[in-house]
């Protein structure tokens, strides 16, 4: 039985790549950073709270990384932790390099201290690309981030690079483009267009404030990217890999999508509120999935009309029983 240590295992992505890991007979280990609140809700939503074992620790403290690599003695380990929302790493900068960024050079050097011969798995962004050099963004598309946590994405995406090309040690990054599911964050756009449609059919809330929906994005289910994760760690060789749909898709559209699924049209709920535009937005972002298919064998499954409805149908769910 292989063993796999997820960082960030209680959030969206954490959570399917656990239960696909299981799915596939591993023993999951997770590190959890101690917190008031309740993390672990989407291990409950998909049944998987009792299969995992939790293992306390801080992508900013080495040594309980250490502590956590000698407990969990994994085969694999996938680093999903990050302070992770946009948004965000303008208010906190400082914190979204300490975690976002050095964090990943701190689990790779305890990676190297504990046992090199474990693969590991870095959660690179498309928010890396930001500023696009080019109109579809692929593995060797220049960098140009457009926000804090761009730029510690970036850091931590070199410094995979870095210790492979160092140390000769199994590490590679997923450039992975937004991907979205009921359990994303509420602070995301998709999630925060979903619930308000949901509360918005409801009765419970009246309008939908925000910023610019003119944005594109290539947007894919969470579910299907987690196991381009897992394939990349499964290969001879490590290396980089762009996941993505290949198609981009603005707010407003996937705003219609939302609201005509329950019978609703968009114009008459949604509101600008300048207070949402980025000091720093990106436009577009649109991802060359090409290399993943070839090697990987790996592609989508879901469609984002199919993905927003899954949302939209289980934050009507939720709505209904709180």
């Not at 730029?151 to 210790?163: E, P």
């Not at 894919?220 to 490590?238: C, N, S, T």
């Not at 559209?253 to 720093?280: N, S, W």
Request: aromatic letters at 10%; one cysteine or more.
């Amino acid at each position: 039985m292989k063993t796999a240590l997820i960082t960030g295992i209680t959030g969206q992505d954490g959570a399917y790549l656990a239960r696909l890991l299981l799915e596939k007979n591993y023993k999951v280990y997770g590190i959890v950073a101690r917190r008031s609140t309740n993390t672990q809700w989407r291990l409950e939503y998909l049944d998987i709270a009792n299969q995992v074992e939790i293992v306390e620790g801080d992508m900013t403290d080495l040594s309980s990384l250490i502590r956590a690599l000698k407990i969990s003695q994994p085969a694999e380990v996938y680093n999903l932790a990050a302070q992770s929302f946009v948004g965000t790493s303008w208010e906190q900068p400082i914190v979204t390099a300490q975690v976002t960024g050095v964090g990943v050079l701190n689990i790779i050097e305890a990676i190297r201290l504990v046992n090199p011969e474990i693969k590991f798995y870095q959660a690179s962004t498309s928010e890396m690309f930001g500023l696009i050099q080019e109109s579809m963004q692929s593995e060797s598309t220049p960098f140009y981030p457009r926000s804090p946590y761009g730029v510690a994405k970036l850091y931590g995406h070199w410094i995979t690079v870095n210790y492979r090309e160092s140390f000769n040690m199994f590490t590679c990054s997923g450039i992975l483009f937004n991907h979205e599911s009921p359990l994303r964050g509420i602070e995301f756009v998709t999630r925060k267009v979903t619930d308000a449609v949901a509360k918005i059919k409801l009765g419970r809330q009246k309008e939908l404030r925000l910023g610019n929906i003119d944005a594109k994005r290539d947007w894919g289910f969470a579910g299907d990217y987690v196991e381009a994760m897992w394939l990349m760690l499964q290969q001879e060789k490590p290396d980089d890999f762009v996941i993505a749909t290949g198609e981009t898709t603005t707010v407003r559209d996937m705003c219609k999508i939302a609201f005509e699924h329950v019978g609703l049209t968009y114009e008459d709920f949604v509101v600008i509120d300048p207070k949402f535009y980025r000091p720093a937005e990106v436009d577009v972002l649109l991802g060359n999935p090409g290399k993943a298919k070839k090697v990987l064998g790996w592609s989508p499954k879901t469609n984002l009309r199919q993905l927003i409805t899954m949302m939209v149908d289980a934050d009507l769910e939720r709505n209904k029983n709180n």
